[in-house]
């Protein structure tokens, strides 16, 4: 790659980047947006319930995850081929299934929100704002599949310009109508699920722009879609399995370690687990733009063949997410009680739990993202086994290890995710080397799909 190449390279790397960065800000924004307004208009104990609230959002993410990302990998490399019309069937059947999906979830929050209600809270004071939030996020689930699914698809046909935008709208409707909806209307917790849900819906609308381009690849096919989406369904399952998988465990992870923190810790513990996984959202939004960008540009250039620019794209970014990662944590251990103010915390006991809990996970969270962008390179590399082991791994080591460690040690409770980090990362060093795995692209990659 010579010079003139390479600029104009790092050039779309950025565009990219930063546009999946701001794609991930509305998830970012619509976690940490509502755990602000409502710890300051609510009170410590909304923002609690929205953090038991979190598997049930995760177990959603994970579903737009395996139709979408694994969908959006494949998009890229047919795009890369110049198939489009290959490209064309895996993004409609990719849509339809997201849709599908979520109108599944909305039959949920009508027909059993005491019922999963109950299975997240079994405290009383906690029980009603965990419900009055999460029935609504159930009703609007088909709007953040379909936004999941959309900002995906449109970013890697090539406008990550106008999903940016969209974010940007989705977002700044959704701060608007916090206030709106919590302050002046009187929802309560409810409303801030509302206001997101609503975001939602504009950013989707504004994105469906895309599809009247005339240079656009994407466009709905409807002829034969039957009789092709069993192939192209198992094509999309296998490439967004590991992603999904991981975003599963992660689900068991919050549900067991919320009761595992309610049961040793109580009200204290759990308001301190509320905000450092609230923390774990701003390392998610460089953590999920540099996955979205090597699930994106790098699928083109291994569709492509072209090892030298996919090896660009993984070195540039690991060097950003380093940054990123060393200024948040530097930021954290300077004043990690700016974080518990921001979120109405103004009790002597709360803040300092919060302040020591913030510090040790604003560390456990740097080697949980190196591990996660190193899966995707695996699964990029065609080395789908190992792609899975960390799958599974990258949330299930935490649930024995915070266990323990909650029973037998309940003072050094918050290192546990570090402990279960750090032991996953030997572990996958160990089996890379006993599995002689070199990274290069296997032919098994570059023919999928």
């Known amino acids: 790659m010579d010079k003139e190449g390479k600029a104009s390279f790092d050039k779309q790397f950025r565009r990219f980047l930063w546009s999946s960065i701001l794609i991930a800000l509305s998830g970012c924004l619509g976690n940490v947006v509502d755990g602000i307004i409502v710890g300051n208009l609510i009170g410590e104990d909304g923002v609690s319930a929205i953090n038991i609230s979190k598997p049930v959002v995760q177990f959603m993410f994970t579903l737009s995850m395996l ?7 494949l998009v890229g490399i047919q795009l890369g081929r110049k198939n489009e019309n290959k490209a064309a069937y895996i993004f409609t ?17 009508l027909f059993f929100p005491d019922t999963i209600t109950g299975w997240l809270c079994k405290n009383e004071l906690l029980y009603q704002p965990t419900f009055d939030y999460l029935r609504v996020m159930l009703l609007g689930a088909p709007f953040f599949m379909m936004m999941w699914a959309l900002s995906t698809m449109v970013g890697v046909d090539g406008s990550p310009r106008l ?24 929802k309560g917790i409810a409303g801030s699920s509302m206001a997101t849900i609503v975001g939602h819906a504009v950013g989707i609308a504004f994105m469906c722009r895309h599809f009247f381009y005339k240079d656009n690849h994407l466009r709905p096919v409807w002829k034969d879609l039957e009789m092709k989406a069993r192939t192209a369904s198992a094509q999309i399952i296998s490439q967004g399995a590991p992603l999904a998988i991981a975003s599963i465990c992660l689900t068991l992870l919050l549900f067991s370690a919320n009761r595992i923190v309610l049961g040793t810790q109580g009200r204290t513990g759990i308001f301190a687990f509320a905000l450092c996984m609230n923390l774990l959202q701003i390392y998610n939004l460089f953590l999920a733009g540099v996955c979205r960008t090597i699930q994106s540009l790098g699928a083109i250039q291994v569709g492509k063949g072209d090892t030298d620019a996919f090896l660009h794209v993984l070195r540039k970014s690991f060097r950003f997410i380093t940054i990123a990662m060393i200024a948040t944590c530097a930021f954290v251990w300077v004043d990690p009680g700016a974080i518990a103010a921001l979120f109405g915390c103004d009790e002597p006991d709360l803040l300092e739990a919060s302040k020591h809990a913030l510090r040790i996970f604003a560390i456990s969270f740097i080697p949980f993202c190196y591990i996660y962008v190193i899966m995707i390179v695996y699964k990029l590399y065609g080395y789908h086994k190992m792609a899975l082991f960390i799958s599974f791994a990258l949330s299930l080591t935490v649930i024995p290890v915070l266990w323990f460690v909650a029973h037998r040690f309940p003072g050094m409770i918050w290192y546990s995710y570090l402990f279960a980090y750090l032991i996953e990362a030997l572990l996958i060093v160990l089996f890379h080397r006993l599995g002689h795995v070199r990274l290069e692209l296997q032919p098994t990659t570059r023919d999928l799909a």
């Open 67 to 73: 139709l979408s990302t694994g969908a959006g990998m």
């Open 93 to 109: 059947l990719s849509v339809v299934a997201s849709l599908s999906v979520g109108l599944l979830m909305t039959l949920c929050g």
């Open 163 to 186: 999903v940016s935008i969209a974010i940007l709208i989705d977002n700044a409707v959704n701060l608007t109508l916090d206030i709106v909806f919590i302050k002046l209307l009187g």
